[in-house]
């Protein structure tokens, strides 16, 4: 039986070289968000910014590439849900698809996005233009606090 020396800095260079190795695939991943591409899980998701104002909320999405028509958009108190499909192109002359390379997603998506207060569910409006939805979302006045005092009790 041969006796191995122990090299725990080999062992470190090793998990370093797989950690880089993760940091560079979630990096690719990030270059595609920076680019508002993004992508959770393999799926699409649109890129989404809220502002907060004295009396609403403003949310605004970027939907490129997909109508009105084919977006469903769903506001509770606490959230908002974006859903639709993006639809392939269907020609009748392309019989197959000779695609050098397609960054173009296509398939149903849906993304939740909490919201910091409740809003005013019946005052909702809406825009959609240039692939940017523009939701105006009134919030609800007498909400209750979101933070409380508690009393602690021992010795």
Known sequence: MTLSRWQPFRELSTIRKQMDRLFEDMLSVSD???MGL???GGMWTPAVEIKEQDK???LKAEIPGIDAKDLEV???EDRVTLSGEHKEEKKTEDKEKN??????Y???FERVIPLPVAVKTDEIKSD???GVLT????KVEDAPKKSVKVKLEGS
């Open 32 to 34: 595609r968000d920076w």
């Open 38 to 40: 993004h992508n959770m």
């Open 56 to 58: 609403e909320l403003i």
């Open 74 to 76: 769903e506001v509770a």
């Open 99 to 104: 695609y050098f390379h397609s960054e173009f």
């Open 106 to 108: 296509y398939g149903k």
């Open 128 to 130: 959609f233009e240039k």
């Open 135 to 138: 939701l105006t979302l009134p």
